[in-house]
């Protein structure tokens, strides 16, 4: 099953595995696509990471992720979403998952 997810195409194949392949951006970024690029991240940073977040999670004060793990799903998140994210810099420290939504669609 593959879906548009704003610049990207997200597919999951029968191992769970996420594939994906960088689309032109041509569609705006929903909320519900933004956080399956977030749920998709933390599947690739470790699997089963993706089915604890929801738009109320801080993924670090809720325990999904570590420090050690942030930077790996943010580099993950950034390969999803196809191009670098300008307000995640080596001192972001926000893991709110609305405030990751909200830099998706601004990007």
Not at 79 to 87: I, S, Y
């Amino acid at each position: 099953m593959a879906e548009k997810a704003g610049q990207t195409l997200v597919s999951w194949n029968l191992n769970s595995r996420i594939e994906t392949t960088t689309e032109s951006r041509t569609m705006q970024l929903t909320d519900e696509k933004a956080l399956e690029l977030i749920r998709a991240a933390l599947e690739k940073t470790k699997p089963g990471l993706g089915a604890k977040a929801d738009v109320n999670t801080h993924l670090i004060k809720d325990k999904v992720i570590d420090s050690l793990d942030s930077m790996n799903f943010l580099f993950e998140l950034e390969e999803l979403h196809g191009a670098q994210l300008d307000a995640i810099d080596e001192t972001f420290d926000d893991f709110r998952v609305s405030r990751l939504i909200e830099i998706l669609k601004a990007a």
